[in-house]
């Protein structure tokens, strides 16, 4: 009973702990005329995937969602509220959670010891990083009453290459976290 309890509580504590890695590195923001800031949230998002597994991954998205939603300033330039995931950058937003689940898939369910453990945890992250992109480029045209060609134009492709790079840097590191954290019996990201 006593063991549940601690794995309840590292649960829950590297749950918050990765919604507050996003919550900050949402703040590391260039604001563009475009109302959509270069930050740092991809890696942040890609990386509490691939370290928490799909399901810690996405429910740690989820509840950064929730609290930006109900009017915490978590997201880039110390904005909240539910105008934010109705706005320009509400698609990215409520993207990252499918984005986080993809990484957390790959993560989860394929081996980083093999080649192609690696290449489709990857894959699948990058592919995750497209649904958010999507998401992003549907509803800004929407809010900018623009095409959605130039939405992808103006919102997307200018970030493709430094987000692909996010997700692979995120997936490297999370790897190496887990690893260490295994060999002191802190961290597995089946068990925890």
Not at 114 to 135: E, W, Y
Request: charged share 10%; proline share 3%.
């Amino acid at each position: 009973m006593k063991k549940d309890s601690i794995k309840k509580t590292k649960n829950i504590v590297f749950i918050g702990l990765f919604t507050a890695i996003v919550a900050v590195l949402s703040q590391i923001a260039i604001p563009l005329p475009t109302n959509v800031p270069v930050t740092l949230q991809t890696f942040a998002v890609a990386l509490a995937g691939y370290f928490l597994g799909c399901i810690k991954g996405t429910v740690s998205i989820v509840v950064y969602v929730l609290l930006g939603a109900v009017g915490v300033p978590v997201f880039s330039n110390w904005k909240g509220g539910f105008s934010v995931l109705t706005g320009y950058t509400g698609g990215f937003i409520f993207g990252f959670i499918l984005f986080a689940l993809m990484c957390g898939i790959g993560s989860t369910f394929f081996s980083s010891k093999k080649l192609t453990g690696k290449a489709i945890a990857l894959s699948l992250g990058i592919a995750g990083l497209i649904i958010d992109h999507a998401c992003g480029i549907a509803v800004y045209a929407g809010v900018a009453k623009i095409s959605l060609a130039k939405s992808f134009l103006t919102v997307s492709l200018p970030f493709l290459l430094k987000d692909v790079i996010s997700v692979a840097a995120a997936y490297f590191i999370s790897e190496e976290l887990v690893k260490r954290l295994a060999k002191m019996g802190s961290y597995s990201r089946k068990t925890a």
